[in-house]
């Protein structure tokens, strides 16, 4: 099982953005993707803040096309019990089917998408093997789906 890992500017752009700039993302409305990257990406909470930032994209081939995928069915729901706001989306919505030589992949990386690479802010980004480019072959599918936590969490305290 692989974890969502929020990049560090998303708390303030949920947050309407931060004091010198940033992009508000409101993850109801807004479109929201996902794209793969293969293992010379490598992500830096601290810095990286852009989708421009996410290097070494797959481009269009075998099954997956440059961009990535728009996820749907986007849901928050707050728990006052434990004070958590759960962020989710439908299951059913980021699936791709490997052909040809497959899909070679390492990360999915989760953005708001402007349209423009260079203002479409990071949301976060999961490492899908742990180490090393892995392959979904010919006729297979890789679907990304959430747990009973949803996409990700957030705690108010």
């Not at 852009?50 to 928050?76: M, Q, R, S, W």
């Not at 728990?79 to 919505?93: L, Y």
């Not at 990386?109 to 072959?137: E, F, H, M, Q």
């Amino acid at each position: 099982m692989s974890t969502l890992q929020l990049y560090g500017l998303f708390g303030a752009n949920i947050a309407g953005g931060t004091a010198g700039g940033g992009t508000p993302i409101d993850y109801l409305t807004d479109t929201i993707k996902f794209s793969l990257h293969n293992t010379t990406y490598v992500p830096d909470i601290d810095v990286h803040d852009f989708f421009d930032d996410a290097t070494n994209e797959l481009t269009t081939a075998n099954g997956y096309t440059a961009g990535g995928i728009t996820i749907a069915g986007k849901t928050v729901v707050y728990t006052a019990g434990g004070n958590i706001n759960t962020f989710d989306m439908d299951d059913t919505t980021v699936i791709w089917t490997a052909s040809g030589a497959g899909i070679t992949f390492r990360y999915a990386v989760l953005r708001k998408d402007t349209g423009t690479a260079s203002t479409s802010p990071l949301i976060g980004y999961i490492d899908c093997t742990g180490a090393g480019n892995t392959t979904v072959t010919a006729g297979n599918t890789l679907t990304i789906t959430t747990g009973a936590s949803g996409l990700f969490t957030g705690t108010v305290t």
